[in-house]
């Protein structure tokens, strides 16, 4: 069946790295993919999404590519902040929406 | 986008007791789920719930424990019943949006039992 593999984590980071947290995605059709972010003490946010081979995702200076030939949706941001401290999880959906396990980021100032 | 409200946010239950989630979302919408999220883990897909008709379980989720209601478009709700601290999550309803493919969330409820 469907499923998302998502990169370990948790990753700590000094404010203004770069980020890249690695998402791979089995499916046997044409899904969409998404990232969502889960703030302390929040719900789930939807971060970013992709239709299709090629899209890219943006929201917030968070960037994800959709890439058919390697399965991956990898999502990427040029400069962190303390603020994007959270829990992203990518996820797809075909005929159900299958998330992967969450990695957690923390930024340090 | 479609806007959830989810109460309550949180609380402290006590063993054997039961505890009902409700969910309100702004706009009519077709398809709402419940999720389970335990400490530390990703979200685990209880039941869809369609407008009119039984909520689809998950395989190792049952009516008699989660109960669930879906009286019309825009509301729903799940029951955690004879709770036990194995019980204790965040508790997620989400809903399809006008793309299908998209979900939007609940802010959760987070349910400790004692």
């Known amino acids: 069946g469907d499923s998302v593999t998502q990169m370990e984590g948790p990753v700590t980071l000094s404010e203004e790295a770069f980020l890249t947290i690695n998402c791979t995605y089995t499916?046997?059709?044409?899904?969409?993919l998404f990232w969502y972010v889960q703030y302390p003490g929040e719900g789930l946010q939807l971060l970013l999404k992709?239709?299709?081979?090629?899209d890219k995702g943006s929201n917030k200076g968070f960037e994800a590519t959709y890439r058919k030939e390697t399965t991956s949706f990898h999502l990427e941001k040029g400069s962190v902040q303390v603020s994007d401290s959270a829990v992203y999880f990518c996820?797809?959906?075909?005929?159900?929406?299958?998330f992967g396990a969450g990695t957690r980021l923390t930024v340090k100032p | 986008s479609a806007v959830i409200s989810q109460k309550p946010s949180r609380d402290i239950c006590q063993r054997g007791t039961s505890l009902t989630i409700q969910c309100q979302v702004d706009?009519?919408?077709?398809?709402m789920f419940w999720y389970r999220q335990q400490p530390g883990q990703s979200l685990t897909l209880i039941a869809t719930?369609?407008?009119?008709?039984?909520?689809?379980?998950e395989s190792g989720f049952v009516i008699d424990k989660f109960p669930i209601s879906r009286p019309n478009l825009t509301f729903s709700t799940l029951t955690v019943s004879n709770m036990s601290p194995e019980d204790s999550s965040i508790y997620l309803c989400?809903?399809?949006?006008?793309?299908?493919?998209?979900?939007?969330f609940g802010a959760g409820t987070r349910l400790s039992v004692l």
């Open positions: 996820a797809l959906s075909e005929y159900d929406m299958r």
């Open positions: 499916a046997t059709g044409y899904p969409s």
């Open positions: 992709a239709t299709k081979a090629d």
């Open positions: 706009s009519q919408v077709t398809m």
């Open positions: 719930a369609n407008q009119g008709s039984e909520a689809t379980y």
């Open positions: 989400s809903c399809q949006g006008e793309s299908k493919n998209i979900q939007y």
